[in-house]
């Protein structure tokens, strides 16, 4: 059992930076990979990235790559989610995932999740 709490969302403008946590309990944190979700007002909740369980592997949606940077802290539990460039479109809940697969990009994948942090990104 893995118990997922997100933190670090708020109201930023267009063009600056938020860095969401994930903090994980359990022991066996280091065995999951890790992902961020995200769920706009009226749309479906979208894969947004991944980590492998060591953190050596990260995958990006297209539509942040090359502006966030998902990383991980075993020892700490955790998993980070550093957004920059941020947009008006990239306002949502934010939501962190475990999966006990390889590979997982879908919901189906993940097995546990936190309740989300709320980003707003004002234009």
Not at 92 to 114: E, H, L, Q
Request: hydrophobic share 35%.
């Amino acid at each position: 059992q893995v118990q997922l709490v997100e933190s670090g969302g708020g109201l930023v403008q267009a063009g600056g930076s938020l860095r969401l946590s994930c903090a994980a309990s359990g022991r066996t944190f280091s065995y999951y990979t890790m992902g961020w979700f995200r769920q706009a007002p009226g749309k479906e909740r979208e894969f947004a990235a991944r980590i492998s369980s060591s953190g050596g592997s990260t995958y990006y949606a297209d539509s942040v790559k090359g502006r966030f940077t998902i990383s991980r802290d075993n020892a700490k539990n955790a998993v980070y989610l550093q957004m920059n460039s941020l947009k008006p479109e990239d306002t949502a809940v934010y939501f962190c995932a475990a999966s006990r697969s390889s590979v997982a990009s879908t919901i189906p994948r993940y097995d546990y999740w936190g309740r989300g942090t709320q980003v707003t990104v004002s234009s």
